[in-house]
C-alpha cells in the first residue's frame, strides 16, 4: 500500500484501453504515474462483461492501439469481431509488454479525489486506504461502466442466483436444464441471449424496448484483409482519425429520398451483408438527420426481423418502432432472432404489460408472475457520467462535481471542467466517446492531454483550467449539434434517459471524430485556447 505522504505527478483511474495508454504515455513523458483499478485485472470493459457471447461491436483491425506499430503488425486477431477474452487478453499482453502492471494497484476503487488550491495538488482517496497526492488526475473510468439495474424493487429477494452481464463471474455460472431470466434487450443481452438459450431448459426474454438488430457476419478474419491492412496500416489509422465515426469508410453523397427504391434496396443490401454497424448508419447522407430517409433503413431492418422470425406475432413484438433507426446504438447479432424459433425461448412485451417486482420465486408483472432459477440482468448502464459522479470529485472552493452537473454534464471539449483544474476525462460527455470507435477516440485524449502536459512543462506551468464561458459555448454547441439531428428523439443512454431522475441531455459530441480532432487541434495550435495556465 501507498504511504499516506506518497507524491505523484499524475493519478490515473481506471485501467481499460485509456487508463493503459495514458500511464504509458506519462510514464514516457517522465512522469510518476499511480493506476488505481477496481477490478481484479486489468481491461475495463472488458475485464467486466465477461458474459457469454461476449464480442466488440467493432471490428478487430480498428478497435485496437495504434500507438505502437510494432504491436499492431505483431498481434493477430482470430475473428472479425473479436470475443471477450480475446480482447481481454490482447490489454494482458499490452500491460506486460509495455511494464505497466508495476504502476497499477488492483482491486482498489477511487473513492474520493479533492483539488487543494494552496498546492495546486489533487489528493486521491481509495477504498483500501490509499491517500496519494497528485498533480494532475485523469478519469479514465470508461463511459459504460457503472452498471445499472432494473429500477423495480425485489432483486435482493430472488432466492436465486443472479447476474449483471457487466458483473459477470470469472467462473462462468452456466444455466443447464434451468429456468431462466433474461431482462433487458440492448447489446449485451442481444449477444448473451443465443448463448443462453443453448444451456437453459426455459429462457424468457423480458423486452422493453426493441433494438434494431442485424447479423455481425462473424467468423474467423480474412487473412488477406489483414495482410492488407498491416502493410498500409498507418495510412489505414490516419484516415480511421479523420473519419466520422473512428473507422475509415466511403462518404455517402445521395439522399436515401434522392434515389429509386431498388436501388435503395440494393444498397441497403449492401451494407447488411457486410455485417457492420457503422456502413448502414452511413449508407446516406440524411439517415439521422430526416425522419423519412431514416424510415427506409427502419423498415429495411424490420422486414429482415419478419423474414428471421417464424411467428408473425413474435416477429411483429421484436420489430424495433417508435423510435428512428441509429437513435439508439443498434446491435450486431449472431443467430439472436431465430433463438426466437426455439420452442423453449418466451418473449414478454413489456410494452404490454409492466414490471412489478421481482420476487422470490421470479418476476411479477402486471399479467403473472413469472418462475425461474436464475436471472440473468442485461440492463445497460448509467452511462458516461456515472462512474464519474461515483468518485467524490471536489474542485476549487470545495465544489462537488456532483452539484455542479445537478442539471446535466458541462465540459470543455469533454476532456476538462471549469473550476476542477488539472482534472481530466478521457472520453468525457461533450467529446465523441461511444458514438463512434473508443479506441480512436481514447487515443486521441490521451495525446492531446499527454502534449498539454509536455507543454505545460516546457513552459513552466503548474495548473491548466478550462475558462468558463468556453466551457459554456462548448456545451452549447454539442447541443445545438445534437439537435439538428433525430438523435434525441430516442430515450437512448446517450440522453441519460435509461436512469430515472438523470437530467435529459444529449452527452456525446456527434459532430464527429475527424471534425472533433481538428477542433481539439487547433485550441492547442492557438496556445490552449479557451483554457488559464498558470
Ligand atoms: P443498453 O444498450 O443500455 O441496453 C439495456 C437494455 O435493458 C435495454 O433493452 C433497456 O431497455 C433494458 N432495460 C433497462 N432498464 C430496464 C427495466 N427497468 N426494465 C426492463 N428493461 C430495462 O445496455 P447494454 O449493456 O446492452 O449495451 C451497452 C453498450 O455496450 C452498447 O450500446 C454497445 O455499444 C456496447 P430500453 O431500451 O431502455 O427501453
Not at 454547441?477 to 443512454?493: E, I, K, M, Y
Amino acid at each position: 500500500m501507498a504511504s499516506a505522504a506518497e507524491e505523484l505527478d499524475a493519478v490515473v483511474v481506471g485501467a481499460g484501453f485509456a487508463g493503459l495508454y495514458m500511464l504509458h504515455r506519462l510514464r514516457g513523458q517522465g512522469l510518476s504515474v499511480k493506476v488505481f483499478e477496481a477490478g481484479a485485472d486489468v481491461g475495463g470493459t472488458w475485464y467486466w462483461n465477461r458474459y457469454p457471447g461476449a464480442r466488440c461491436d467493432v471490428d478487430s483491425l480498428n478497435y485496437s492501439y495504434s500507438f505502437d506499430p510494432d504491436l499492431e503488425q505483431d498481434w493477430e486477431w482470430t475473428e472479425k469481431y473479436a470475443s471477450q477474452p480475446e480482447i481481454h487478453a490482447y490489454l494482458r499482453h499490452v500491460a506486460d509488454r509495455h511494464d505497466l502492471r508495476r504502476d497499477i494497484v488492483l482491486r482498489t476503487r477511487v473513492t474520493a479525489a479533492v483539488f487543494d488550491e494552496d498546492t495546486a495538488r489533487w489528493t486521491v482517496r481509495t477504498d483500501g486506504g490509499h491517500e496519494v497526492s497528485a498533480r494532475f488526475c485523469i478519469m479514465a473510468t470508461g463511459c459504460l461502466s457503472t452498471p445499472k439495474f432494473p429500477e423495480v424493487p425485489g432483486l435482493e429477494r430472488f432466492s436465486g442466483p443472479w447476474y449483471h452481464t457487466a458483473r459477470w463471474p470469472e467462473d462462468d455460472p452456466g444455466f443447464r436444464g434451468q429456468r431462466l431470466g433474461v431482462i433487458g434487450t440492448g447489446s449485451s443481452g442481444v449477444q448473451a441471449i443465443p448463448f443462453l438459450a443453448g444451456q437453459a431448459s426455459e429462457l424468457t426474454v423480458f423486452q422493453r424496448t426493441p433494438n434494431f438488430v442485424f447479423p455481425a457476419f462473424n467468423g474467423p478474419i480474412d487473412r488477406s484483409v489483414v495482410a492488407e491492412t498491416k502493410a498500409h496500416y498507418r495510412e489505414a489509422r490516419t484516415a480511421a482519425r479523420h473519419s466520422l465515426f473512428g473507422v475509415a469508410m466511403d462518404m455517402p453523397t445521395q439522399s436515401a429520398l434522392e434515389v429509386s427504391d431498388d436501388e435503395r434496396r440494393a444498397v441497403y443490401q449492401e451494407c447488411w451483408d457486410r455485417g457492420h454497424v457503422f456502413a448502414l448508419v452511413q449508407s446516406f447522407t440524411d439517415l439521422i438527420f430526416d425522419a423519412g430517409s431514416n424510415e427506409t433503413a427502419a423498415e429495411f431492418l424490420r422486414e429482415k426481423v419478419r423474414d428471421r422470425v417464424d411467428d408473425p406475432e413474435l416477429a411483429r413484438k421484436l420489430e424495433p418502432r417508435g423510435y428512428p433507426f441509429a437513435t439508439k446504438r443498434p446491435c450486431l447479432d449472431t443467430g439472436y432472432y431465430e433463438t426466437y424459433n426455439r420452442e423453449h425461448v418466451h418473449l414478454v412485451d413489456l410494452r404490454e404489460e409492466d414490471l412489478v417486482e421481482i420476487t422470490a420465486k421470479g418476476v411479477l408483472t402486471t399479467e403473472r408472475e413469472y418462475e425461474f432459477d436464475s436471472l440473468v440482468i442485461a440492463t445497460g448502464f448509467d452511462a458516461m457520467t456515472g462512474a464519474l459522479l461515483a468518485v467524490d470529485i471536489r474542485g476549487r472552493d470545495g465544489v462537488a462535481l456532483r452539484d455542479k452537473w445537478r442539471d446535466g454534464p458541462e465540459t470543455y471539449l469533454g476532456v476538462a471542467v471549469a473550476g476542477f483544474p488539472n482534472l481530466f476525462t478521457i472520453t468525457g460527455p461533450g467529446s465523441p466517446s461511444v458514438f463512434g470507435n473508443m479506441i480512436v477516440s481514447i487515443e486521441q485524449h490521451v495525446e492531446w492531454i499527454g502534449d498539454l502536459v509536455d507543454h505545460m512543462a516546457r513552459h513552466d506551468r503548474s495548473v491548466v483550467e478550462a475558462v468558463d464561458t468556453a466551457e459554456k459555448e462548448w456545451t452549447e454547441h454539442v447541443r445545438a449539434v445534437s439537435d439538428a439531428t433525430l438523435l434525441p428523439r430516442a430515450d437512448s443512454f446517450y440522453l441519460g434517459a435509461n436512469v430515472p431522475g438523470k437530467p435529459r441531455v444529449f452527452m456525446p459530441y456527434v459532430g464527429g471524430v475527424g471534425p472533433y480532432r481538428a477542433k481539439c487541434d487547433e485550441v492547442a495550435g492557438n496556445g490552449y485556447e479557451g483554457f488559464v495556465l498558470r
